[in-house]
């Protein structure tokens, strides 16, 4: 309740300054989802709008992890919400520098894949996988919606 309280009001308060939010990543809980603080020291996980990173333990999972580590712990970044997920959290594009979004530096590296339901970077990630960058130097690398889903499947069901 409390989650989709701070949810509403960080798309809410978004929408009053200019669509983007400053603030710096505390920490990178995967290839696409991150831990941020604003300055008035509230912090909140996101998850990356455009692209979809391997799960950790899946092929290339620490590499996307690292890759957004290494581009984004511990610096100052720009957030422009999208919507939510389907747990509520903030979905969001990331800016650093200028313009440099770290979704699309994802698809270029062959990091990631475009997101189950977004267009926006497919020529990317097609490049991508023409040049084998990447995960994509593997035969058929498993999606990650593919991969939690079927990880989803294995678990035992209760009774």
Request: proline share 4%.
């Amino acid at each position: 309740m409390i989650n989709s309280i701070l949810t509403g009001w960080i798309v809410c308060s978004l929408a009053l300054v200019d669509d983007y939010l400053q603030v710096r990543v505390v920490d990178v809980v995967d290839g696409n989802t991150l831990e941020v603080r604003e300055k008035s020291g509230e912090q909140y996980i996101v998850v990356l709008y455009e692209v979809d990173a391997p799960e950790p333990g899946q092929s290339f999972g620490a590499d996307a992890k690292q890759y957004v580590e290494r581009a984004l712990k511990g610096k100052k970044a720009r957030l422009e919400i999208t919507g939510k997920d389907r747990k509520g959290r903030p979905l969001v594009r990331v800016f650093i520098g200028k313009d440099k979004k770290i979704g699309s530096m994802l698809l270029v590296e062959g990091l990631a894949w475009v997101g189950e339901k977004c267009d926006e970077g497919k020529g990317l990630m097609e490049k991508a996988r023409a040049n084998k960058t990447g995960l994509w130097a593997e035969n058929d690398p498993e999606p990650p919606w593919v991969y939690r889903r079927r990880k989803l499947m294995e678990e035992p069901k209760s009774l």
